[in-house]
Structure formats: structure tokens, C-alpha cells
């Protein structure tokens, strides 16, 4: 077990997950899922987040509140389906700046190829929050977090869904420094880098394409 991966057992993440994985779970409640999972995992990744304490005044007298330390905490969506996540984690933090990266694997070099990216201003300042469900063979999650590098955060966690070992592997061997939050390590991948026993496309099941 790496030291840098945290598996959320939590049994309503767990639950939701194994329905999640059914291929007869519909489109709509695909989606209605992932959404809260996402809240779910976004109360276990902040459970640790620094506080502040600032003095207010309740109707009955003055006292030092806790509040959270720092700027607003970024969350990356790895487009596509990272979007799955996003909204389950903005609901729970409503004030949330939000960036995205898109990728591609270049069919012939296997390289990833950035086709998009808007990110939030000050991200050296922030906790960055990168959301993809599926960490697979790991490349295109690294090469995302190596994007976010290069564009200056310098705190940032890693959010999956499933993930499988290879993956685990590759990333933390490429980012040693970004923790893995995942709520299931599957087996292995298949031949065409899915993961199993998995859940199919997350795209496609978020999305309803194919
Ligand atoms: N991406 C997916 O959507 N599913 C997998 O199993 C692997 C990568």
C-alpha cells in the first residue's frame, strides 16, 4: 500500500460505487450517482484542510470562530468525465474556483496531448483539487498533474473513483508528492487499458454516448 493513497471505505461511498459499477444502471442514475459520490468524496479530501479563527459575534456574545485558512481551493476537472465529479464537489464547496484540462493520447506516439486548458489565476496559492474517476493506466492523470505544475500549483491532490494498481504505480512514481484519494483499487487492466472488474466508460456511462 503506498503511503501516498488513501482509499475511502466509507460504506455509503462503497454502496453507491457497486451500483455505479451495474451495466444495468441507467444513464440518469448513473449520473445522480457520481454526483454524490463526489460530495462524498469531497468531505473525505477536506477533512484535513487548515482553519483560521476570527472572532464574530453570535446573537448571544462574541466568540472565535473557525473558518478555512486561505485562498478559495481550486477544483481541475480532467475533461471529460472529471465533469462527473465536479458537480458533486461543488456542491459541497459552492465557492470553489474551477479549472479544466482536456488531453488526448496521440494514437501514434500514446503521447497526451493537451487540446484544452483555462485554469483559475493564483493556483500557487491554492489547494488544487484534480477530479478524474478513472485511474487507469495513470498516464493522462499524470500528465494533467505535470500541466497543473507547469502552470504553478504546488498543493495539489489527485481524486479518483477507481483506480487500478498500474495506475497507482505510474502516477505516484511521476508525482511522488500528490496523495491518490480513491474510493476502490480494482484488479487490473484489460488489453485496451480498462480497468476491471470496473465500471466500462465513465464518459460514456456519465454521458449517455456510445
Ligand atoms: N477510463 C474509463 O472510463 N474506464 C476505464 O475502465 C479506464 C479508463
Known amino acids: 500500500m503506498h503511503e501516498n493513497l488513501h482509499v475511502i471505505d466509507h460504506p455509503l461511498v462503497q454502496h453507491k460505487l457497486s451500483l ?14 457520481i454526483r454524490e459520490v463526489g460530495t462524498l468524496l469531497a468531505y473525505e479530501v477536506t477533512k484535513d484542510l487548515p482553519l483560521i479563527y476570527q472572532e ?36 459541497l464547496v459552492p465557492s470553489a474556483r474551477v479549472g479544466h484540462i482536456g488531453l488526448y493520447r496521440d494514437p501514434e506516439t500514446l503521447v497526451a496531448v493537451e487540446y484544452y486548458m483555462k485554469l483559475p489565476d493564483l493556483i500557487n496559492q491554492r489547494l488544487v483539487l484534480a477530479l478524474d474517476p478513472m485511474l487507469a493506466t495513470g498516464h493522462s492523470s499524470a500528465a494533467a498533474v505535470t500541466r497543473l ?14 483506480s487500478a494498481p498500474e495506475g497507482i504505480e505510474y502516477f505516484s512514481k511521476a508525482h511522488p508528492d500528490v496523495p491518490i484519494y480513491t474510493a476502490a483499487v480494482d484488479e487490473k487492466l484489460n488489453e485496451h487499458a480498462y480497468i ?15
Not at 453570535?58 to 465533469?83: H, Q, W, Y
Open 56 to 91: 464574530i459575534e453570535t446573537p448571544l456574545m462574541k466568540m472565535d470562530a473557525p473558518f478555512l485558512e486561505g485562498k478559495k481551493l481550486c477544483l481541475v476537472s480532467i475533461l471529460r468525465a472529471g465533469n462527473g465529479l465536479l458537480d458533486g464537489f461543488m456542491d
Open 149 to 162: 505544475k507547469e502552470n504553478g500549483a504546488e498543493n495539489i491532490r489527485f481524486v479518483s473513483l477507481l
Open 20 to 33: 455505479m459499477r451495474k451495466k444495468s444502471t441507467s444513464t440518469h442514475n448513473f449520473r445522480t450517482l
Open 196 to 210: 476491471l472488474p470496473g465500471l466500462g466508460d465513465a464518459g460514456d456511462r456519465i454521458f449517455g454516448t456510445k
